[in-house]
């Protein structure tokens, strides 16, 4: 079992719908990150979470450390929102590696 | 605008063929890292430099080298790609690699080995 799942592995939607993104993690957390990568290759750190909620913009991340687990919401989703969303937690263990999560894959549709 | 600067976007190389692909950023970070990117897989560490401390990851092979000649720069060295060394090869930044530290991200170089 991967130490980092998300949910859905693939997610395709109508511009304007609101987009959901979770993740779960089976091991103790010192920060998760939401990152975004469109096609092409670069990444872009969208988040970086220890605890509660943060919003920018249209996103919207929030942690629930008890449970081990965290969901990215997309409000008004756009087309140009289409990339791939993955979730990557930072073991207390370890200052530099990221434990990364498989992504999922966001195709807004206009 | 700050940012991380990775050159080429694109780099095609010949089997066996010693290939340098280079990172710079504006962000004054002291940490850079190297990442290997395969098809629909997770980014790999590869390695980071801590200022000019390098630390490689355990599971790094040694046809992969890095240089980090001063703040601003880090480059990448194959020594002798194979084709399985094909992939993104993406370059972050870090302010200090702490528990609340946010890595910044190059655009990535594409390998192709021929």
């Known amino acids: 079992k991967n130490e980092v799942e998300q949910s859905p592995q693939n997610l395709t939607a109508q511009e304007g719908e609101f987009i959901t993104i979770n993740c779960s993690y089976s091991v103790g957390i010192s920060a998760l990150h939401w990152l975004q990568q469109h096609p092409g290759g670069g990444i872009v750190s969208l988040f970086m979470?220890?605890?509660?909620?943060k919003k920018h913009g249209r996103l919207i991340a929030t942690i629930n450390i008890q449970e081990k687990h965290s969901s990215l919401h997309i409000t008004a989703s756009h087309p140009r929102d289409s990339a791939v969303y993955i979730c990557?937690?930072?073991?207390?263990?370890?200052?530099?590696?990221?434990?990364w999560g498989a992504g999922t894959k966001l195709i807004i549709k206009p | 605008d700050a940012m991380v600067i990775q050159n080429p976007r694109y780099q095609v190389t010949q089997f066996g063929k010693p290939v340098t692909l280079s990172c710079s950023q504006t962000?004054?970070?002291?940490?850079m890292y190297w990442y290997q990117q395969k098809s629909s897989q997770a980014p790999k560490l590869l390695f980071h430099y801590y200022d000019k401390d390098f630390n490689n990851e355990a599971d790094t092979p040694d046809n992969f080298q890095s240089r980090r000649p001063n703040t601003s720069f880090c480059f990448l060295d194959i020594r002798s790609p194979g084709l399985g060394d094909a992939a993104m090869y993406l370059c972050?930044?870090?302010?200090?690699?702490?528990?609340?530290?946010?890595?910044?991200f190059g655009p990535g170089t594409r390998l192709t080995v021929l």
């Open positions: 990557a937690v930072r073991s207390p263990d370890s200052n530099y590696q990221l434990i």
């Open positions: 972050a930044t870090s302010s200090s690699g702490g528990a609340g530290d946010t890595q910044y």
């Open positions: 979470l220890s605890s509660g909620k």
């Open positions: 962000l004054n970070h002291n940490v």
